[in-house]
């Protein structure tokens, strides 16, 4: 892919609450069309209609492009969301998050990270020792952005998603998130779930052992949800953060999509 490619982001809210957000890499002959896309996306969102939508566009220098690999992804069947979150403390320690850390991040993503207990715009940055926020902004949080899959990937993606019905823009897009997370050097792991409160599975993601959904990591019904990344102590905060938000990643690989098994806890 040789033509110069555009990163158009959407971010839309609602009495200056967050409401959704969505990012893609294309070329210019694709911004008009997706900018509908997205737009429609804001109006028509479960956690409700959009009050204010706020598009960005700009223009990609060729040089700053890297490519990468999507994460396998492994599906784990929990009985409910408390085994679920148990589950997410078992895989995080097990990625090099302290039992602790782990645990305070789910707490905080359950009851509400932001400061007025609300959802965060973007992610925790969180101490994989000591638990600590280290996020400059606590209600935005830190967003990571310039990212998406090359075109033949994301067929080939969806071709490899749809036997097990999981080719829907909730995975699509969290694994792509979870894959420039995992491209990030110094971050151990990502928790996440959705704050769509019909989105009940999360997963957790880390480097050896990839993009781990966990059927349920939420209630149904639950509007409150977040992410958190772990971050290895002792490093850089200021180059993970400048990679996150602004360095550019195509995905041009797709991982093993493997069967659902049961979570043996
Ligand atoms: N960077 C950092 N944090 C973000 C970003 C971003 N680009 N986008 C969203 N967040 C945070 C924010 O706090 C949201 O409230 C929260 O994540 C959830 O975002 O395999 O749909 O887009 O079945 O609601 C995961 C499971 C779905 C998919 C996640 O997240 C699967 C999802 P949502
Ligand atoms: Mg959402």
Redesign the pocket.
């Known amino acids: 892919m040789s033509q110069t490619l555009y990163s158009i982001r959407m971010r839309s809210a609602r009495d200056g609450r967050h409401i959704s957000?969505a990012e893609r890499l294309v070329p210019a002959g694709e911004l008009e069309g997706l900018a509908g896309f997205l737009v429609r996306r804001a109006l028509q969102h479960p956690r409700g209609a959009a009050a204010e939508i706020q598009l960005t566009i700009e223009e990609i220098p060729p040089g700053r492009l890297n490519r990468g690999h999507l994460p396998d992804v492994h599906t784990l069947r929990v009985a409910n969301f408390r085994q679920g979150r148990q589950a997410a403390l078992v895989l995080l320690e097990r990625a090099g998050v302290r039992m602790q850390a782990a645990r305070q991040a789910i707490e905080r993503l359950a009851a509400g990270a932001a400061p007025d207990g609300g959802?965060?715009?973007?992610?925790m940055l969180v101490d994989a020792r000591d638990g600590h926020r280290m996020e400059p902004d606590p209600a935005r949080?830190?967003?990571?952005?310039h990212m998406d899959l090359d075109p033949a990937a994301e067929e080939e993606l969806r071709r490899r998603l749809a036997p097990y019905a999981l080719d829907n823009e909730?995975?699509r897009?969290?694994l792509v998130?979870a894959a420039k997370v995992l491209a990030t050097p110094g971050l151990v792991a990502e928790l996440?779930?959705?704050?769509?409160p019909g989105?009940v599975?999360?997963?957790v993601a880390t480097p050896r052992d990839g993009y781990l959904?966990i059927s349920h990591l939420k209630p149904m019904g639950d509007e409150l949800?977040?992410?958190a990344f772990f971050v290895r102590p002792g490093c850089c905060l200021d180059a993970v953060m400048e990679h996150l938000e602004k360095s550019v990643w195509i995905f041009d690989r797709v991982g093993r999509i493997h069967p659902p098994m049961d979570w043996q806890g």
């Open positions: 957000g959802c965060m715009r973007g992610a949080g830190i967003r990571a952005s909730h995975v897009d969290a998130l996440c779930w959705s704050d769509d989105y599975t999360g997963y959904r949800g977040g992410r």
